[in-house]
């Protein structure tokens, strides 16, 4: 007894696909008993390989699966009885940064986005681990598929209310953002960042106007919804939306 529960050789498989209680009779047993009657790969490892395996074989030849391990782990801690379904989404949603699409699609929904092979870019399908083999997964595919649309959706709007405004007029807001209690404000921050961009390009001969310019937007995506949301793609929707301001290529590179 262990606070208050009966120890026993019983024990429960996936709770829709297993046959009922599953009595254990032997150590040795467990693996084989669990994965033949409760339909649940035991060992992690396993599991882990088994969905690897089906991720490659569900992108094909005509995909690359943008790979990534942590994800990976996680949704072998999240199923007993993996399987991979394949959906897809509007063509229309890959005109926003394709580098927010994969971090909503991986973050926020756990799924795998495939790659043209060729160039690398995002395509308009993605993969799913369901811990639900089915003959007909259509319903389980569709259900994924309008969660991501929401969500895709997200996306697009922080991307086209971010444009609306230019990077150079969110400098300002900078004032209103704390860096460290006894160094000042992102805007305090940014200003020194400047002088010292322009002291140092002008030792080396490179062209300081276009080095104070990158130190002053530097920090301004921080204010964008899209930062907000994602904090992971500071810098990066900085670079999209300098360029799309018309900031010299290098000055958004910066």
């Known amino acids: 007894t ?3 529960i009966e120890s026993a050789n019983t024990t429960l498989g996936h709770r829709f696909l297993s046959t ?3 009595a254990i009779g032997h150590a040795d047993d467990y693996e ?3 994965r033949d009657e409760g339909r649940v790969i035991a ?4 599991r882990r390989d088994a969905i690897s395996q089906a991720l490659l074989e569900a992108a094909g030849d005509g995909a690359e699966l943008a790979t990534d391990a942590k994800l990976l782990d996680e949704v ?3 199923t007993e009885a993996p399987v991979v379904y394949q959906g897809s989404f509007s063509a229309a949603f890959l005109e926003v940064p394709h580098e927010c699409l994969i971090l909503s699609m991986k973050q926020h929904q756990k799924y795998f986005p495939l790659l043209d092979p060729a160039t690398h870019t995002l395509l308009a399908r993605f993969l799913v681990v369901s811990n639900l083999p089915t003959a007909d997964p259509d319903n389980i595919i569709r259900g994924n598929e309008r969660v991501l649309r929401a969500r895709l959706s997200d996306a697009r709007f922080f991307y086209d209310q971010d444009r609306k405004t230019r990077l150079e007029e969110r400098v300002p807001q900078l004032a209103h953002v704390v860096y460290h209690n006894r160094l000042g404000t992102q805007l305090q921050r940014v200003e020194r960042v400047q002088l010292l961009a322009g002291k140092i390009a002008r030792a ?3 062209d300081a106007l276009l080095a104070e310019r990158a130190a002053w937007l530097a920090k ?3 204010g964008t919804g899209m930062v907000g949301e994602f904090p992971e793609l500071q810098g990066t929707m900085g ?3 300098a360029l799309h301001d018309g900031e010299p290529q290098s000055v958004a590179d910066a």
């Open 2 to 4: 262990v606070l208050g």
């Open 20 to 22: 009922g209680p599953l």
């Open 32 to 34: 084989r008993i669990l």
């Open 43 to 46: 060992s992690f490892e396993a």
């Open 76 to 78: 072998t801690a999240l």
């Open 204 to 206: 080396l001969g490179a």
């Open 220 to 222: 301004a995506d921080l």
């Open 239 to 241: 670079r999209y939306y």
